[in-house]
Nanobody, 119 residues
Framework: HVQLVESGGGSVQAGGSLKLPCAASGYIVRSNCMGWFRQAPGKEREKVATILGAGAVVRYYPDSVTGRFYISRDSGKNTVYLQMNNLRPEDTAMYYC????????????WGQGTQVTVS
């Protein structure tokens, strides 16, 4: 039984920072692709970060968050983090953690989401 639990969301002023943890159970984050997605009302879901690799780690960010967001993981805690800096109002969305063997295509497992609001 795979479970992904996000936390750390909240309200922050523009320019502020938040760090979102995603605790995984039943799934090894170090051996698979872990991703963060977001979806704002009326908009399509957007992939904002992925991390993959047990040795050489590969990270991906779209242009919209490059230089501001950073994805990391703690293998001992089986947890993935999304550090978000210099937040903008357009970053307001529900943020979801997801897991899949590879970082392309549909992700197999999803968390329940955590809301981030930037004003």
């Amino acid at each position: 039984h795979v479970q992904l639990v996000e936390s750390g969301g909240g309200s922050v002023q523009a320019g502020g920072s938040l760090k979102l943890p995603c605790a995984a159970s039943g799934y090894i984050v170090r051996s698979n692709c872990m991703g963060w997605f977001r979806q704002a009302p009326g908009k399509e879901r957007e992939k904002v970060a992925t991390i993959l690799g047990a040795g050489a780690v590969v990270r991906y960010y779209p242009d919209s968050v490059t230089g501001r967001f950073y994805i990391s993981r703690d293998s001992g805690k089986n947890t993935v983090y999304l550090q978000m800096n210099n937040l903008r109002p357009e970053d307001t969305a529900m943020y979801y953690c997801a897991a899949n063997p590879i970082c392309v295509g549909s992700f197999d497992y999803w968390g329940q989401g955590t809301q981030v609001t930037v004003s």
